[in-house]
Nanobody, 126 residues
Framework: QVQLVESGGGLVQAGGSLRLSCAASGRDFRNSAMGWFRQAPGKEREFVSAINWSGGSTRYGDSVKGRVIISRDHAKNTLYLQMNSLKPEDTAVYYC???????????????????WGQGTQVTVSS
C-alpha cells in the first residue's frame, strides 16, 4: 500500500522556520517526481514546490520562491521542504505529492499527481 506521510507542521511566528518531511513507502519513489502543494481555508489547492526524480531539478511557486528549499533523500525515501521567513499567508495544510513520471512536468500538470499524503497543518501567527 502506497503511503505518503507528512510531518513537521505546527504553529510558528512570522519570520520563523519549519521543515516539513514526507516519508514515502509502498513503492520505489526513486524514479518519481515529488512535490508539495498547500491549501488554505476557502482557497484552491496551490502548487508550492517540486523536485525531479534525481533531485537535480527543482521548481517553486511564485508565492514561496526564495523562502523555501525542496530536497529529497533517496536512501530514506523521504522528501523535505525547508521553509524560512514564514508569513501569515503561508498558513495552510501542506500536502506531499508524487507522480509516476520522472520529471517535474509530470507532477505540475493538471491531474499529474498520482499519490497524495494526508497533509500537515502549518499555522503562522503574526
Amino acid at each position: 500500500q502506497v503511503q505518503l506521510v507528512e510531518s513537521g507542521g505546527g504553529l510558528v511566528q512570522a519570520g520563523g522556520s519549519l521543515r516539513l518531511s514526507c516519508a514515502a513507502s509502498g513503492r520505489d519513489f526513486r524514479n518519481s517526481a515529488m512535490g508539495w502543494f498547500r491549501q488554505a481555508p476557502g482557497k484552491e489547492r496551490e502548487f508550492v514546490s517540486a523536485i525531479n526524480w534525481s533531485g537535480g531539478s527543482t521548481r517553486y511557486g511564485d508565492s514561496v520562491k526564495g523562502r523555501v528549499i525542496i530536497s529529497r533523500d533517496h536512501a530514506k525515501n523521504t522528501l523535505y521542504l525547508q521553509m524560512n521567513s514564514l508569513k501569515p499567508e503561508d498558513t495552510a495544510v501542506y500536502y506531499c505529492a508524487a507522480s509516476k513520471e520522472l520529471d517535474i512536468s509530470g507532477i505540475v500538470r493538471p491531474g499529474g499527481v498520482d499519490y497524495w499524503g494526508q497533509g500537515t497543518q502549518v499555522t503562522v501567527s503574526s
